[in-house]
């Protein structure tokens, strides 16, 4: 029995001596002691995200829930403090939509990427995702575990400043499909997307003080897709709004935030507001605000004393707790140990080509009568124009990135033009012309930028480039311009040009992408997220709708064109814009035939079905758009996308393509039963390239 006894305790502490030191030796080892002591039940990886957030919030005292959920000072732009005692990792926020934004003393050590519009327009799911993925291990490898992106507001204001950082263009399908992506690729590297700025935050005139007034049909059909299609990919975080919306702050509206968000949408991680977009204690912590950043000024001590009077009740605190809890566990915030580092240089090669495929493939030849791609054979190249040398790449304010480094257009094309002679000339160099006669083909860099703060004055580009362009064109036949912008801009000269290429804010490799497409190595496939207009305010925006009355604070903007943006307007009064949304050209051709239109079982409504065939002489990618007509009586825009796909083809095959609209795309928002109707009756549908190029038509009564 002794011996016995001496074998079975000999084994105990040998074991507890494996399991102390295993626990000592690993980064966990509190963690794991702690879970052999009966203890931190929370930390078992096989129970799902919300179970183990009821554990750990159990455990808490009512100051350890209220810790998180207001900001403190650290390094990146916004942090909640962590909890030693229970083993809660602090979270580590940092902007922005477009790359990790580090501080001064640490720039060059991140990629520029091309911005959100930009990725936008090369109408590709796949490459959103491997940019939504990229920019997610640079934020993990810089020790954020917050991306503070992607923004995903409907552009209504043409001279909204912030367009650029913006997933869905005018178009809120076009946002759907393409929000996705980006952030399930953001979150597979274990970092918290941000789905922003949570809602109708659609200029930046004013934008902490006016109140967007819009309806609520129009709310659900245009602008909250975007938002509902991230929660359906999983988002873990938005951030409320600096404005307000029908008179009432986004950071504290109750209709917004939980009737809308929380129930209607389904979401179920966290609202953190816009960085001083809190005003309130209690209305804005009834209303469904979880977090506010990025201090604490109501969400720290107002808060306490306000659960302590009794005038909260501490569920409504559990549940913003749980809330953020649940998506850290599903982010495995709780299961990794903390890794990365602010000053670390997380660029890298692979990135880098990213960029420059990204930024290619986001190129939009809006125009050509032959003068691209350039020939193979040695040519006189003048470029001309200041953006030539110093582009704008990005917007500014929290969407920029300081680049590693600036590949320009002169540089990128002076490197790819082997053999030939290129010239440079300023914008106003008084030989710019007489030069660009002597070329064989003369390339005009334009360009503009906007920002966070300020929406621009205009929608024109630099009167000297536009003046070029036009003098240029009218002497030389291969006149190509390329623009870099920030969203819609004028170009006057457009018929007098050869060939146009627009990029939206192209990012790090901007000057090897527009050779890559000047010359033919990629053939361009972006498409127009939105409406290039012939002239400013062509969508005719009364003071009333945009900036809002009265011109100083406060104001109220009044959405009074209602489903009419964008696209919507200019069919509904039949304009026919600069070029429309959706346009883009090719290197080749392509050929749509055989459209037969079925039912389909629900969620789907109807099935799209027709045969694409590259008609041309080299490989290239389309992309169909699927458009609809509601019966009259629905009360809708004249026609909308419900469906789009990028196609690429080798020359001379052909493919079958299928589109889809579900059940919601040919349903309206009905104000009374606030929800989704479904529509009865014929439908046209359309297939084509843009919104004006419309291939194929036929009906379809369901």
């Not at 064109?473 to 912008?485: D, E, F, I, P, S």
């Amino acid at each position: 029995w002794m011996r016995v006894n001496r074998q079975t305790m000999r084994g105990v502490i040998l074991l507890g001596l494996v399991v102390l030191a295993f626990a000592r030796s690993d980064s966990h080892g509190e963690r794991i002691k702690a879970h052999f002591a009966g203890e931190r039940a929370w930390m078992r990886v096989s129970d799902d995200p919300a179970t183990r957030a009821h554990k750990l919030l159990a455990q808490m005292n009512i100051t350890e829930k209220i810790n998180m959920l207001y900001g403190v000072g650290g390094e990146y732009v916004g942090t909640i403090q962590g909890n030693k005692r229970l083993g809660i990792p602090a979270i580590l926020m940092n902007d922005g939509p477009q790359g990790f934004r580090a501080p001064e003393r640490y720039a060059g050590t991140t990629t520029a990427w091309p911005c959100a519009l930009g990725v936008a327009s090369t109408w590709d799911e796949q490459l959103a995702y491997a940019w939504g993925s990229a920019m997610g291990q640079e934020f993990a490898d810089k020790g954020a575990n917050v991306q503070l992106g992607p923004g995903l507001n409907v552009a209504r204001v043409p001279l909204n400043g912030r367009n650029f950082e913006y997933v869905s263009g005018e178009d809120p399908i076009l946002g759907a499909h393409i929000v996705g992506p980006v952030i399930k690729g953001i979150q597979s590297k274990g970092v918290i997307a941000n789905a922003k700025h949570y809602v109708n935050n659609n200029q930046e005139t004013n934008r902490g003080f006016v109140s967007e007034n819009v309806d609520e049909r129009t709310q659900w059909e245009i602008y909250f897709p975007p938002f509902k299609a991230a929660v359906d990919a999983g988002v873990l975080s938005v951030m409320c709004s600096y404005n307000k919306i029908n008179e009432v702050w986004a950071c504290e509206n109750h209709e917004s935030l939980t009737v809308n968000l929380k129930t209607r949408m389904g979401f179920k991680g966290w609202v953190m507001s816009d960085w001083g977009g809190t005003h309130s204690t209690e209305l804005a912590a009834t209303a469904g605000l979880d977090q506010q950043m990025p201090d604490g000024s109501y969400f720290n001590e107002p808060l306490l004393k306000a659960v302590q009077s009794g005038s909260i009740a501490e569920s409504v605190i559990d549940d913003k707790v749980l809330r953020i809890l649940t998506s850290m566990f599903a982010a495995g915030l709780f299961d990794r140990p903390a890794s990365g580092s602010l000053s670390a240089n997380v660029t890298s090669q692979a990135h880098n080509t990213l960029a420059r495929n990204l930024a290619a493939s986001s190129a939009i030849l809006l125009r050509n009568t032959g003068a691209l791609p350039l020939a193979s054979t040695p040519l006189r190249i003048a470029v001309i124009g200041d953006q030539a040398v110093k582009p704008d790449i990005h917007g500014t304010g929290s969407g920029a990135v300081d680049a590693p480094y600036v590949v320009t257009p002169l540089a990128g094309i002076t490197r790819r033009a082997k053999g030939s002679t290129v010239k440079y000339y300023t914008s106003n160099d008084p030989s710019a012309v007489s030069g660009a006669t002597a070329a064989d083909v003369a390339i005009i860099v334009t360009g503009t930028v906007s920002g966070e703060g300020r929406d621009r004055d205009s929608l024109a580009l630099p009167a000297v480039d536009d003046e070029l362009i036009a003098k240029i064109g009218a002497v030389q036949r291969n006149t190509v311009a390329v623009v870099l912008c920030p969203g819609a801009v004028l170009m006057p000269w457009a018929n007098a040009s050869s060939a146009i290429v627009a990029l939206f804010m192209p990012g790090q490799e901007a000057g090897n992408a527009i050779a890559d497409v000047l010359f033919g190595d990629v053939n361009p496939s972006g498409r127009l997220p939105l409406t290039m207009p012939n002239k400013e305010n062509e969508i005719g925006f009364t003071q009333e709708q945009y900036p809002g009355v009265p011109k100083i604070r406060p104001a109220d903007a009044t959405y009074s064109e209602k489903l009419l943006i964008g696209y919507r307007w200019y069919d509904a009064h039949n304009v026919m814009p600069n070029f429309p949304f959706g346009h883009g050209l090719s290197y080749t051709t392509f050929a749509y035939s055989g459209l037969t239109v079925t039912p389909a079982a629900a969620p789907l409504a109807a099935t799209a079905t027709f045969t694409l065939r590259n008609t041309g002489a080299r490989a290239g990618c389309d992309v169909p758009q699927l458009y609809i007509s509601y019966p009259v009586a629905s009360g809708e825009p004249v026609r909308q996308m419900r469906d789009f796909s990028k196609v690429c083809l080798a020359a001379g095959t052909s493919t079958t393509v299928s589109l889809s609209v579900d059940t919601v795309g040919v349903s309206i928002w009905d104000v009374n039963a606030h929800d989704w109707v479904a529509q009865h009756g014929s439908f046209l549908v359309y297939v084509g390239a843009s919104s004006r190029d419309l291939r194929l038509q036929t009906s379809i009564t369901l």
